[in-house]
Structures are given as C-alpha cells and as structure tokens.
Antibody
Framework: QVQLQQWGAGLLKPSETLSLTCAVYGVSFSGYNWNWIRQPPGKGLEWIGEINHSGSANYNPSLNSRVIISLDTSKNQFSLKLSSVTAADTAVYYCAAEAGSISYWGQGALVTVSS | QSVLTQPPSASGTPGQRVTISCSGS????????VYWYQQLPGTAPKLLIY???QRPSGVPDRFSGSKSGTSASLAISGLRSEDEADYYC???????????FGGGTKLTVL
C-alpha cells in the first residue's frame, strides 16, 4: 500500500524557513514526479514545485528564489524548504507523487506564519 | 488570479448532468494535457481525469473530460450527493516552465 506521510513545523515566525518532509512508503522514486502543492485557507491549489527521481527540479516562478525541493532516496523521503516566509505563506502544504494515471497525496500539513 | 479560469461555482440536482469549464491559453491547455482533481471537504485532492479525457482506475464513468483548443471541460452525469466537492483543472505551462491550476469550482448538489 502506497503512503505519503509528511511532517514539519506547523507554526513559524515571519522571515523563518519553512521545512517539510514527505516519507514515501510502498513505491520507488523512479518514474514519478514528486510535487509540493499548497492551499491557503479557503482558497485554491498552488503548485510549488516538483523533482524527479534524477534530482531535476522545477519551481513555481513566483516562489523560485525562495524554494528548494530535494530528494533523499536512501531514506525514501523528499523535502521542501521555503525561506523568508510571510503571512502569505500560511497554507496547507501537500506532498504528492504523480505519473500519468497514478496520483498519491500526503495528508496535508497546516503551516501558519504569525508573529 | 489563476492562470487557468474556472467558474467559481456550479450546481445541479441529483441525476442531472453538469459541466465545469477551464479556460487557458496556447502556453498551457493549448499545448499540454489537462488534469482534473476532486477535493472533498477536509481532504487531499484526488485525481479524476488525466491526459485530457482518461479516467484512473476506480473513477466512475460518470466523470468525463474533454479538451478543445485552449479550453477543457469536466462533465459529471447522473449527479449524486457525494459529488459535492471542489473541482480543479491543471495543466503544464510552457512559458512559466511550471504547473498551473484553475481557481477551483465549488459544485453544489441541490
């Protein structure tokens, strides 16, 4: 059974760095794109970026300068770091693995940025 | 403001057929696949349609997708109360080198 379990700090102060990790169970990294997607409270989905099994990443241009997505195949994990957060970064963050007809999502993690 | 444009809301009665539109441009829908997701309240999105009109295993054939030019549509036939959810379209955008979502459509089953 495929599972994506994510964790990370839920409350940050402005200017801090958001750090989330997604552990992958039941599927190999090969063949999938590993995504981070967020959803501000009461709003729609926003793609943050993705990384493939080779480590090649693409980022949302609006977040590009602040985002790093990395892969640790030895631990079956991939991670998101978003620097210099503001209140506008408050959202539920999802990790997701996708390949054609296959789409696995984590449970989501609420990250709140507040002073 | 989202790159892909969806109506904010849609509604129908049980048994009816409802369509949700998604409008884009030549940089996204016009040259790439369209995907549709269903998000039930308090849950992660679920893939409903991939590559414009393909259904993943387990998705009922009441759900269908289509694409024409720079627009796409999701149709739900035989509407059921459990279809009440938010629906999102998505596509790759070549000029942004990234994925873009529509703003979402809240479907209400009356």
């Amino acid at each position: 059974q495929v599972q994506l379990q994510q964790w990370g700090a839920g409350l940050l102060k402005p200017s801090e760095t958001l750090s989330l990790t997604c552990a992958v169970y039941g599927v190999s990294f090969s063949g999938y794109n590993w995504n981070w997607i967020r959803q501000p409270p009461g709003k729609g989905l926003e793609w943050i970026g993705e990384i493939n099994h080779s480590g090649s990443a693409n980022y949302n241009p609006s977040l590009n300068s602040r985002v790093i997505i990395s892969l640790d195949t030895s631990k079956n994990q991939f991670s998101l770091k978003l620097s210099s957060v503001t209140a506008a970064d408050t959202a539920v963050y999802y990790c997701a693995a996708e390949a054609g007809s296959i789409s696995y999502w984590g449970q989501g993690a609420l990250v709140t940025v507040s002073s | 403001q989202s790159v892909l444009t969806q109506p904010p809301s849609a509604s129908g009665t049980p048994g009816q057929r409802v369509t949700i539109s998604c409008s884009g441009s030549s940089s996204n829908i016009g040259s790439n696949y369209v995907y549709w997701y269903q998000q039930l309240p308090g849950t992660a999105p679920k893939l409903l349609i991939y590559r414009n009109n393909q259904r993943p295993s387990g998705v009922p054939d009441r759900f269908s997708g289509s694409k024409s030019g720079t627009s796409a549509s999701l149709a739900i036939s035989g509407l059921r109360s459990e279809d009440e959810a938010d629906y999102y379209c998505a596509s790759w955008n070549d000029s942004l080198s990234g994925r873009v979502f529509g703003g979402g459509t809240k479907l209400t089953v009356l």
